[in-house]
């Protein structure tokens, strides 16, 4: 089965700065790769998604890359702001087969004032 | 209301004993799915389903049962539960792109 695997597990940024956090998988039939954002006894909820057959996609201050050769993908945050901070989850998912949605481990990210 | 909804919101069980947890949608979403959370394991898929009276089993499936009568509905049984299953779960909802997380149930079994 799919196997995902994120760096770092935390991350601690200065407000207004960048953040990075990497993704891989091992199932080369995935195709679609959302982010979760889980803020403290909240639940998950989807921030941005990218499909297999697009390398990048934008929203605002958040970003996604995909290099499906390498099988990894990135989430970077552009001028972070306190209420970036939250653990986030990426996922692996092989549409069209089981539908097995696989997370990977997760990312505490917090952001300094 | 429209959504995703976990019941209960907190339990609490002894070692043992049968508990179910319990989902339902209103979206009619084909695919559901259960998860776990543990501090350091993410999220661990235990179960999903991709429409009634089909389910299979997740990365960590052992000592639990599900089942899928309805589409709404995709409840968790614990036959019996012990400490290690104490976590916070949740189930979620998909139907072609976005999963859709209910809000979670804390169980503590004692």
């Known amino acids: 089965g799919e196997n995902v695997e994120q760096h770092p597990s935390t991350l601690s940024v200065q407000e207004g700065d960048s953040a990075v956090i990497k993704c891989t998988y091992s199932d080369s039939a995935s195709n679609y790769f959302p982010w979760y954002k889980q803020e403290l006894g909240k639940r998950p909820q989807l921030i941005i998604d990218?499909?297999?057959?697009?390398g990048e996609k934008k929203d605002q201050r958040i970003a996604v890359t995909l290099n499906k050769t390498a099988k990894h993908f990135s989430l970077h945050i552009t001028e972070t702001q306190p209420e970036d901070s939250a653990v986030y989850f990426c996922?692996?998912?092989?549409?069209?087969?089981?539908?097995?949605?696989?997370f990977g481990p997760g990312t505490r990210l917090s952001v300094l004032p | 209301d429209a959504g995703i909804t976990q019941s209960p919101r907190y339990k609490i069980t002894e070692t043992g004993r049968q508990v179910t947890l319990m989902c339902h949608q209103t979206w009619s979403h084909s695919y559901m799915f259960w998860y776990r959370q543990d501090l350091g394991h993410g999220l661990r898929l235990i179960y999903y389903?991709?429409?009634?009276?089909?389910?299979d089993k997740g990365e960590v499936p052992d000592g639990y049962v599900v089942s899928r009568s309805k589409t709404e509905n995709f409840p968790l049984t614990l036959e019996s539960a012990t400490r290690s299953q104490t976590s916070v779960y949740f189930c979620?909802?998909?139907?072609?792109?976005?999963?859709?997380f209910g809000q979670g149930t804390r169980l503590t079994v004692v």
């Open positions: 996922a692996a998912v092989r549409d069209n087969y089981g539908q097995n949605f696989v």
């Open positions: 979620a909802s998909r139907e072609i792109t976005e999963a859709f």
């Open positions: 990218i499909r297999s057959n697009v």
């Open positions: 389903s991709a429409a009634a009276d089909i389910t």
